[in-house]
């Protein structure tokens, strides 16, 4: 089995930073993408920041410039540095990973900005 462990979500106010983390353990073979999503209350899940199969990053337009992903391959592990937080990035953030042809996901970490 794989495991994906989220942590580094809180509260934080307008303008704040906070940094999530994941780690992937278990049986883990070729991870061929990893990265983020994240799904607010009444809304489907969506893409915030991800590595593609091919080593590039992608973003959701709604956090270009203000957050990042990074990774420590060897560790299995990817972060997101987000900062400049407004309300709305107001979420469960889960860490997402492909390996072969099956999608893995963590738990989830609760991120909410207040006003």
């Known amino acids: 089995q794989v495991q994906l462990v989220e942590s580094g979500g809180g509260l934080v106010h307008t303008g704040g930073s906070l940094r999530l983390s994941c780690a992937a353990s278990?049986?883990?073979?070729?991870?061929?993408?990893m990265g983020w999503y994240r799904q607010a209350p009444g809304k489907q899940r969506e893409m915030v920041a991800h590595f593609t199969s091919g080593g590039t990053t992608n973003y959701a337009d709604s956090v270009k410039g203000r957050f990042t992903i990074s990774r420590e391959t060897g560790k299995n592990t990817v972060y997101l540095q987000m900062n400049s937080l407004k309300p709305e990035d107001t979420a469960v953030y889960y860490c997402h990973a492909l390996m072969g042809r099956s999608d893995y996901w963590g738990q989830g970490t609760q991120v909410t900005v207040s006003s």
């Open positions: 278990g049986s883990i073979f070729r991870i061929l993408a």
